[in-house]
């Protein structure tokens, strides 16, 4: 990839410097399109936001603010991770089993199993079912199901009867398989794919919409207007799907397939901790919330517990918008195996309060189907959409974002060349 692209290149606008943006953005400069990122926040990475916690004794620990664990089956992921030059830490625990805070007399075992149940059943449905459709046949024990339902819920951010139940292969799956992190925080990822674009990509530049002139596309945004031959959206759902924060030239049709994507809610609160813990992992069924301590690059347990609560009502009854008072204690009564001390400083991340994000990632509705992936994923006219909420099969997903604006760019190139 060359410093700068050949003025006689096709001029591409990149909306968004998340990794979707990033990835999209990245693909073309190496086959030496005329790139530009514009990027609303001060720094790159967008929902991945790594920062580091004091803590007492153990100093310096990286938390992740947004994405944190690197699943199975994230080959965009590593691909670019081992490009740059990134490690993947084993968290030493994992994501997919959760301990029932309430109710331990409940293995994790049976809720995997019941998870599998619930998967299962939910390919017998002919119409993409929600997940509440396929719970509430499931004949099993009442509290497992509460369980299974508070975990599900939790991790696609929404509650179990706005998404469809093809949720349980990724977001909500239940084989204990292991889980990583990058070495020094998820957002190394994005800093070096920033770093390989240099100048081109231009941050605090928000736009506020693009139109077609022609066959150019104009991105208005706060440094003016601009000519473009295409433009990648790499924007969050939240402003795809809202003509006041963006508005662009959309199809009837491709509204109505958005208006079938939920949008998730969710908050994260790191709290630092004077000695180091073991790895562990937490929920609360009636709280909508987890808690865990994981390994980190150093090879040991990190002096910090993560905490997440998941779902609108969940983020709303938590009251984390006053605060993290209320998710705070409710944290500690799960907590009595670790000493909180209620002096350290917290870190306390709600997505829907970010103005860039306006909530945390998506999920597709009951009644999804292959032809809204379609749909959700094809160009209009020279504009190409990319960000987690298009990968047909990683929705909602750091490896999502990346493969989608890969899948942008190859596109563009496409079309470049027809
Ligand atoms: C709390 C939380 C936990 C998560 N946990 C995980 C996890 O464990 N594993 C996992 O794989 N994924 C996880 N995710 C999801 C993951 O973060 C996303 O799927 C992914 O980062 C989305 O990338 P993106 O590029 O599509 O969007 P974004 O990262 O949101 O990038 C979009 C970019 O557009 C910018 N932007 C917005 N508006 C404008 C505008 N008007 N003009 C210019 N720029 C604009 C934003 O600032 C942002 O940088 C989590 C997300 C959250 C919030």
């Not at 990475?45 to 790594?50: I, L, Q, T």
């Not at 990134?86 to 968290?91: A, F, G, N, Q």
């Not at 998941?310 to 409710?330: F, I, N, Q, T």
């Amino acid at each position: 990839m060359s410093d700068t692209s050949p003025a006689t290149q096709p001029r591409v606008a990149v909306l968004g410097a998340g990794l979707a943006g990033l990835s999209a953005a990245r693909t073309l400069a190496t086959r030496d399109f005329d790139v530009t990122v514009f990027e609303a926040r001060d720094r790159v990475g967008g929902r991945v936001w790594s920062e580091t916690i004091n803590t007492p004794e153990h100093g310096g620990v990286t938390i992740e603010r947004g994405a944190e664990f690197v699943l199975d089956g994230y080959e965009a992921l590593r691909a670019v991770a081992e490009r740059l030059g990134l490690s993947l830490v084993e968290t030493g625990m994992s994501y997919y089993v959760r301990e029932l805070a309430e109710t331990p007399h409940i293995h994790t075992s049976q809720v995997a199993e019941a998870g599998r149940q619930a998967t299962e059943l939910a390919q017998t449905f002919e119409v993409e079912p929600s997940v509440s459709d396929v719970l509430d046949q499931l004949e099993i024990d009442a509290e497992i199901k509460a369980g299974l339902k508070a975990r599900i819920e939790i991790s696609t951010a929404c509650e179990a009867d706005t998404v469809a139940a093809s949720t349980l292969q990724h977001t909500a799956a239940f084989d204990p398989k292991p889980s990583w992190r990058v070495g020094g925080g998820n957002q190394q990822i994005a800093l070096g794919l920033a770093a390989e674009l240099g100048e081109r990509v231009k941050l605090t530049t928000p736009v506020r919409g693009v139109s077609f002139d022609g066959d150019e596309a104009v991105v208005h945004s706060a440094a003016g207007d601009e000519r473009f031959d295409f433009v990648v959206v790499a924007l969050p759902l939240s402003f795809v799907n809202n003509p006041e924060l963006f508005h662009f030239p959309i199809t009837r049709r491709r509204r109505t397939v958005l208006s079938r994507i939920v949008q998730g809610h969710v908050a994260k609160l790191h709290i630092p901790l004077a000695a180091r813990p073991e790895t562990s992992a937490i929920m609360s069924v009636a709280g909508r919330f987890w808690t865990w301590t994981a390994m980190d690059a150093s090879g040991e347990v990190g002096a910090v517990l993560n905490s997440l609560v998941g779902s609108p009502s969940a983020v709303r009854e938590s009251e984390v918008h006053d605060g993290d008072g209320k998710l705070y204690a409710a944290i500690k009564a799960i907590r009595p195996d670790l000493d909180l001390d209620d002096d350290l400083g917290r870190v306390l991340t709600v997505w829907d309060e970010d103005p860039w994000a306006r909530g945390s990632f998506s999920s597709h509705a009951p009644g999804w189907s292959d032809a809204d992936s379609i749909e959700v994923g094809s160009p209009i006219g020279n504009l190409y959409f990319a960000g987690e909420y298009v990968d047909p099969e990683f929705t909602c997903l750091m490896e999502g974002a990346l493969r989608s604006g890969m899948k942008a760019a190859d596109d563009i190139a496409a079309a470049a060349l027809a």
